[in-house]
């Protein structure tokens, strides 16, 4: 299980992340109640840019251990990404809309 753990660890400090995550799944798979293996899977979620998935199981680390600093870092970092991908889509969907209105002849309302 350490083996899968550190490998884990390793693979993705050397941004061989399908790997990372690969270990850390089988970490977790022999033994659901080691709380580094899924620190370790939470870390390469996040690296694949998985936040909702690795928010998930950083808040599954906290149920075990409240005080894991590293969790609670990453869930904060994955909602911090959720939060920014949320505003660019949101803006997205506004500069759309705006498109859309002045294609149609219509003016966008100007803020004083």
């Known amino acids: 299980i350490v083996l899968y753990s550190n490998r884990s660890a ?3 400090a050397n941004s061989e992340i399908s790997k990372a995550l690969k270990d850390a799944q089988k970490c977790v798979e022999l ?5 580094k293996g899924h620190s370790r899977l939470a870390a390469a ?9 690795a928010k998930d199981v950083y808040q ?8 894991n600093a590293a969790a609670k ?8 990404e959720l939060d920014r991908i949320a505003k660019e889509q949101q803006q997205e969907r ?9 294609s ?9």
């Open 10 to 12: 390793a693979f993705l």
């Open 31 to 35: 033994d659901p109640g080691f709380v």
């Open 45 to 53: 979620l996040f690296a694949l840019k998985r936040y909702d998935q």
């Open 60 to 67: 599954r680390v906290l149920e075990s251990d409240p005080n």
């Open 73 to 80: 870092q990453g869930k904060a970092a994955c909602e911090k």
């Open 94 to 102: 506004d500069e759309a809309f705006d498109a859309t209105r002045n």
């Open 104 to 112: 149609q002849g219509e003016e966008t309302p100007k803020a004083d």
